[in-house]
T-cell receptor, first 115, second 110 residues
Framework: GAVVSQHPSWVICKSGTSVKIECRSL??????MFWYRQFPKQSLMLMAT?????????EQGVEKDKFLINHASLTLSTLTVTSAHPEDSSFYIC???????????FGSGTRLTVV | GESVGLHLPTLSVQEGDNSIINCAYS??????FIWYKQESGKGPQFIID?????DKRQGQRVTVLLNKTVKHLSLQIAATQPGDSAVYFC?????????FGTGTSLTVIP
């Protein structure tokens, strides 16, 4: 089955630093990947749609300069949280879908803690 | 944004009993629905899906029912086991995007 790998699974960083999260489709190519954010005991909130070879599409209210997305290849999308602040602490999850499939596979998530 | 909500935020069931988790969606144009299971600290895991041209689909120990008339989706888990304890989300595909419900926390009592 389709596998999406996310790395790192857990990161702690200092305020003001930047953190990069990787999302890889291991056994399929994904022209589109999605990035979600999840607060404790809440649902997933779509942040942006990552498009291979072009700019990401951000949801309303998501700062483009804060959450940089790069989708340089058909198997890798990265989310960089720039100048992180404690309020950016959250669980970030990516997902992708094999071409021709309706279903989406999720990565294992990245727990970001900004101190 | 679209609204996909769950009627019950928490559900406790006895091991061996059947569980029913409900979901209401708002967009009549949604044509595809998925149930996901999320364990603590992990990403969502696909359980079962259903397209809008169906009203029932069965998997291993799970059944999804779709009532388009009242925009209602349910997940039935047969013979619930302790390993089924998790948060369950429904998601609807509308306009090529998925919208997730709030989630229901299922606790299985041994």
């Amino acid at each position: 089955g389709a596998v999406v790998s996310q790395h790192p699974s857990w990161v702690i960083c200092k305020s003001g630093t930047s953190v990069k999260i990787e999302c890889r489709s291991l056994d399929f190519q994904a022209t589109t990947m999605f990035w979600y954010r999840q607060f404790p005991k809440q649902s997933l909130m779509l942040m942006a749609t990552s498009n291979e070879g072009s700019k990401a599409t951000y949801e309303q209210g998501v700062e483009k300069d804060k959450f940089l997305i790069n989708h340089a290849s058909l198997t890798l999308s990265t989310l960089t949280v720039t100048s992180a602040h404690p309020e950016d602490s959250s669980f970030y999850i990516c997902s992708a879908s094999p071409q021709g499939s309706y279903g989406y596979t999720f990565g294992s998530g990245t727990r970001l803690t900004v101190v | 944004g679209e609204s996909v909500g769950l009627h019950l935020p928490t559900l406790s069931v006895q091991e061996g009993d059947n569980s029913i988790i409900n979901c209401a969606y708002s967009n009549s144009a949604s044509d595809y629905f998925i149930w996901y299971k999320q364990e603590s600290g992990k990403g969502p895991q696909f359980i079962i899906d259903i397209r809008s041209n169906m009203d029932k689909r069965q998997g291993q120990r799970v059944t999804v029912l779709l009532n388009k008339t009242v925009k209602h989706l349910s997940l039935q888990i047969a013979a619930t086991q302790p390993g089924d304890s998790a948060v369950y989300f429904c998601a609807e595909n509308a306009f090529n995007q998925f919208y997730f419900g709030t989630g229901t926390s299922l606790t299985v009592i041994p």
